[in-house]
């Protein structure tokens, strides 16, 4: 008869601890905060998209049928006649809007894209697309910021 060989298994007490480091650890402002922002940029992306359209109906009459639709189409992807229309302030404003709301979806929205520090409240609200935390984006514009 086989004995039943008792192991000590000491190793086991050495559990290796998975710290949980999920994407829950870079929300950087409450729940509330960031629905209000996604409000702003929310209301940002219309005013561009209407500006577009604007231009749209000066330019010629025939895309008046499309006009909601077009609405539709550029949430999803980044129609080349939408980004030819706009300036390039707009364009590259849009581009930081709709990777805002990437970041939104994605959990990382207000922690800098560089640092992973938060990017402060104030800031956030009056550049809700703000990709950088201030000290950052102060390399960033000054061609320093490196990775
Ligand atoms: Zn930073």
């Known amino acids: 008869m086989a004995k039943t060989k008792t192991v000590a298994k000491t190793k086991t007490a050495a559990k290796t601890k998975t710290v949980a480091r999920t994407k829950t650890a870079v929300a950087a402002h409450d729940k509330a905060t960031i629905a209000s922002l996604r409000d702003s940029l929310t209301a940002k992306r219309r005013e561009l998209l209407d500006m577009y359209e604007h231009d749209v109906h000066a330019g010629q009459e025939s895309t008046d049928d499309n006009a909601d639709d077009f609405a539709d189409r550029a949430n999803n992807s980044f129609n080349r006649e939408l980004m030819f229309s706009l300036s390039d302030n707009e364009r590259q ?3 930081r ?3 805002a709301f990437q970041r939104l979806d ?3 929205y ?3 894209d560089h640092c992973s520090e938060p990017i402060g409240l104030p800031r956030l609200e009056a550049v809700p ?3 950088f935390c201030i000290n950052c984006q102060e390399r960033d514009e000054r ?3 490196d990775g």
């Open 106 to 108: 994605n959990g990382s």
């Open 143 to 145: 061609g320093t910021l």
């Open 129 to 131: 697309w703000a990709r």
């Open 93 to 95: 404003m849009l581009i």
């Open 97 to 99: 809007v709709e990777d």
């Open 110 to 112: 207000g922690s800098c």
